[in-house]
């Protein structure tokens, strides 16, 4: 299996490390552009709470009566009209960020003294309500010491952070807007009315070309986005991500994912590129996820998200061989709990295998976190069916607010929570920054138990070398490296 791609955040900051490829949607200016890895993750919270953007875009009706019925593609009038509709509610931002750079030569993941770095980066965001608040990523703004909103008719404001939830990517930037400037908030969608196959826009500021459309289509629903900690932290997933293939690029993070009705039905923030540029592969923050978030960050400055506290994957060829578990099967594996945690206080055990969480069937480690965000909230009891030995139990579990600072999984646990997907590409990205190989022309990957922890072990080959990458699977951090 030859795996290629690289999933970049694509914000843009200057000075990161060529060697952290950044694979989310903002742009970086002044040095090499980099595209930072995505490790990305969250599995978030269930608070129904309506949306805050309680003023609409005046002209939405418009694009609404414009609405195309029968045609394969929609009109250059309803686009025409639609570009002049949005664009006004689309912003780019500008940033002046501190970041930290380990000075550590070709191999980062090999430790050595962090150096504080100025960047500036450039990112997109979106008028969210009347009241000056703006949605973005929080890549776009993590660091930042200096704002600057810049409006389409070439006036800017100085931006405020208000709040910035890491485990969403999702950030609110407040300001006040300048003279002449009347705000013009974007309505967002309703979470669950969108459509594998529907046309979708993207706004933004790619490679800094502000007031940019691009169309394409939403590729499909329900992906489970890694939400990237650093290793050594808490790992978590961001249900529901939307893929799309209208076309992404660095400086477009942070802008709006738009329907033919005017309305936001997603946030931009990754690509999986093989360059870091648009593949017609991107991805975007569910506006299920940002109705639940984005309020609770303006008015609490933070947000609650449910916890299970266990680590583990989907059954899978390669974890039902290593696991010995039953094969084409469906559920999650526990491959690891915290201690005192929600999941492990109710009784289970590694090994476990859940099936169902209320009474909804869980097929997939994405259907439970998708689960636990759009149908828990801490405090909450829900029931948990699993197989243990072959032998079907049930356990009752009481859902708590996920900690700041804590591990998914007890130190010494066996718990892979790395797709092979995600371990090959780690290795793949490892030995092309690292200039180990030019090209990698095949790779095949194994899951091990090395002393209670999974590991992958990734095999490369190309440019007459083979090289083998041992890739922690709950960390996703690079732990031994070998090249022959």
């Known amino acids: 299996m030859n795996r290629t791609m690289t999933r970049t955040r694509i914000g843009l900051l200057t000075l990161l490390l060529f060697l952290l490829p950044l694979v989310g949607c903002g742009r970086q200016n002044g040095g090499d552009a980099a595209n930072e890895q995505e490790t990305v993750v969250t599995t978030a919270n269930t608070t129904n709470q309506t949306n805050a953007n309680t003023a609409s875009n005046a002209n939405a009706a418009q694009a609404v009566a414009l609405q195309q019925t029968g045609a394969d593609t929609p009109s250059q009038q309803l686009l025409a009209q639609l570009y002049d509709q949005i664009l006004p509610s689309v912003v780019d931002i500008q940033v002046t960020a501190t970041t930290e750079q380990a000075d ?40 930042a010491t200096e704002i600057t909103v810049n409006f389409s008719d070439g006036s800017w404001a100085t931006g405020e952070v208000v709040a910035t ?59 489970g986005f890694p ?85 583990g994957g989907s059954i899978t060829p390669q974890l039902a061989a290593a696991q010995n578990v039953p094969a084409n099967g469906f559920g999650v594996w526990v491959g690891g709990l915290v201690e005192n945690g929600p999941a492990a206080a109710a009784g289970l055990q590694e090994g476990d295998i859940i099936i169902t969480i209320g009474d909804q069937p869980v097929r997939s480690f994405d259907a439970l ?14 029931t948990l069916t699993f197989l243990r030995g072959g032998n079907q139990q049930t356990a009752t579990a009481t859902i708590q607010e996920r900690p700041a600072e804590q591990p998914i999984a007890s130190s010494g646990q066996s718990d892979a929570t790395l797709s092979i ?62 090249v022959q």
Request: aromatic share 6%.
């Open 421 to 482: 997907g995600q371990a090959t590409e780690i290795a793949r990205q490892t030995v092309l920054n690292g200039g180990l190989m030019a090209n990698v022309e095949s790779s095949s990957a194994t899951l091990e138990n090395n002393n209670g922890r999974a590991v992958w072990v990734v095999t490369l080959t190309g440019d007459g070398k083979t090289a083998t990458v041992a890739v922690d699977a709950a960390t996703g951090g690079v732990i031994n490296l070998e």
């Open 369 to 382: 976190v998708s689960y636990l965000f759009n149908n828990t909230t801490p405090g909450q009891e829900v």
């Open 104 to 143: 550590t030569g070709l191999f980062p993941f090999l430790g050595g003294q962090q150096q504080p770095r100025q960047v500036r980066g450039e990112g997109t965001g979106w008028v969210y309500d009347d009241q000056g608040h703006i949605v973005t990523n929080n890549h776009v703004v993590e660091n």
């Open 227 to 311: 939400i990237g900690a650093q290793a050594g932290q808490a790992t978590y997933t961001l249900p529901d991500v939307v893929q799309t293939d209208a076309a992404i690029n660095p400086g477009n993070s942070g802008g709006p994912l738009l329907n033919l009705n005017g309305q936001v039905v997603g946030v931009n923030f990754a690509i999986n590129s093989t360059s870091g540029t648009n593949s017609g592969v991107g991805f975007a923050i569910p506006t299920s996820v940002v109705q639940r978030i984005v309020p609770a960050l303006i008015q609490n400055g933070a947000y609650a998200y449910p916890y299970l506290g266990i680590s």
């Open 165 to 223: 939830d890491p485990q969403a990517d999702l950030a609110v930037v407040r300001v006040t807007p300048p003279a002449g400037i009347t705000l013009r908030p974007l309505p967002v969608a309703d979470g669950g009315a969108l459509t594998a196959g529907a046309w979708v826009l993207a706004f933004g500021t790619p490679f800094g070309l502000e007031g940019t459309m691009t169309l394409g289509i939403v590729s499909a629903l329900g992906r």
